[in-house]
């Protein structure tokens, strides 16, 4: 029987880490790994964090040293593009006019930073961070010593703007939302990252947006909706992805909000599957399909695909997490919050060591723990648990979240 070939497109994480998946789950046939940067595949939190501060090596960022995939015999093309995927003739197509037949695909295409439709968004010095090479640029920014604009208060806009202000930068950050992450995690929280930002030296301009950006060929200042002259060097914008579905769309997949998969991250075509930002899972925990942008998502959903493409019977249903550090402050989150009545909080909240807890109809739903270490489990076993608790044993540091979650013993 003739060997089989498994293509994979896409080789930032979620690619690398299904294809080393692939190998260790006794893959051996033709294994190709496609991606359009330059280089292998990498891990993409410290473009924000600490790489982009000059604190880590270039290395510690990528998912495999150099020769690991040579030596598996994994066939990494960087620096091409597919332009074409047939579901039914089971082929890709790349810029450069190849035609690859399949067995099993998956679309590991990733997401795009949003573009902000203002006048003069197209000036020199204006920044998106979502590659290596943007964060080379940026990082040559940072070490100059300037004032900088970040337009957006989500996680990328809030790690750059604390990463410019530890290097020193005069730092002005725009979001139109009354405090940074209002619409994913509410007014309290949000509020008491606005103080953070705040209380390190960031100018905030919230509630605010951007009309313009000005300057001779290179930016030089913008002009806020609400009349505000922020003058800038440069300038980073951080205003969501948008996950990259073109392939798909024009393959006639099934695409809403990503690629639309099942609970084994299969599409629409029975061949072809889907991991990582892309990808808008059926969450059997959940019920309902689901969409994540972070880092953990595409370290198991990737793995998780290649089991499936193996023919494994999975089902994903890892409760969605996500980190961030800014500063001092370190954080973890997980659960899944469309919706909450209340949020209650155990811990020293205005010390900035707490945690908290998104509740719906009596149940904990998702946690987010501040500097408080050790207890992310606890908090994914309270939300699996689906017990009502009641609010005043939540916010009691005397009963322990194992007793929460009735798994103490």
Not at 344 to 358: K, L, N, T
Request: glycine share 12%.
């Amino acid at each position: 029987m003739a060997k089989q070939t498994f293509v994979i497109v896409g080789a930032a994480l979620a690619g690398g880490k299904a294809a080393e998946e692939l190998r260790q789950g006794g893959f051996d046939g033709q294994l190709i790994l496609i991606g359009a940067e330059p280089e292998r595949p990498y891990e993409r939190p410290p473009l924000s964090k600490d790489y982009l501060r000059g604190e880590s090596e270039r290395e510690n960022a990528y998912v495999h040293p150099g020769g690991y995939y040579g030596e598996h015999h994994i066939d990494l093309r960087t620096e091409t593009e597919v332009t074409a995927i047939d579901p039914g003739a089971h082929t890709v197509t790349t810029s450069g006019g190849e035609e690859i037949s399949f067995d099993k695909l998956l679309l590991a295409t990733g997401a795009e930073p949003r573009r902000i439709p203002v006048a003069g968004a197209d000036l020199e010095g204006i920044y998106y961070l979502r590659s290596m090479a943007d964060c080379d640029t940026l990082r040559e920014r940072l070490q100059s010593g300037a004032t900088v604009a970040v337009v957006g208060a989500g996680w990328i806009g809030s790690e750059v703007a604390a990463s410019a202000r530890q290097k020193g930068l005069e730092v002005t950050m725009i979001d139109p939302l009354d405090v940074p992450y209002e619409n994913i995690l509410g007014a309290e929280i949000g509020a008491f990252y606005r103080d953070v930002h705040a209380q390190h030296g960031v100018r905030l301009l919230l509630g605010d947006g951007v009309e313009s950006f000005q300057g001779n060929g290179r930016v030089q200042r913008l002009q806020t909706t609400g009349g505000e002259t922020v003058q800038c060097d440069f300038a980073v914008v951080g205003i969501g992805v948008v996950p990259r579905v073109q392939l798909a769309r024009q393959a006639g997949l099934e695409v809403d909000n990503g690629i639309v998969v099942d609970a084994r991250l299969t599409t629409s075509s029975p061949d072809v599957f889907a991991a990582g930002d892309v990808a808008n899972a059926w969450h059997p925990f959940f019920e309902q399909h689901i969409r994540v942008e972070h880092w953990a998502n595409a370290l198991n959903q990737g793995p998780a695909a290649a089991r499936s493409m193996l023919g494994e019977e999975i089902s994903y249903d890892r409760i969605p997490y996500f980190f961030s550090d800014q500063y001092d402050v370190g954080m973890e989150y997980s659960g899944h919050t469309p919706s909450w009545d209340e949020v209650v909080f155990r811990g020293d909240r205005e010390g900035g060591e707490f945690i908290a807890f998104w509740l719906h109809g009596g149940r904990v739903i998702a946690g987010m723990n501040v500097n408080v270490w050790d207890v992310n489990d606890k908090v994914q076993a309270l939300i699996r648990s689906r017990r009502t608790v009641d609010r005043a044993a939540l916010q009691s540091q005397d009963v322990s979240l194992d007793e929460l979650a009735g798994s103490a013993v």
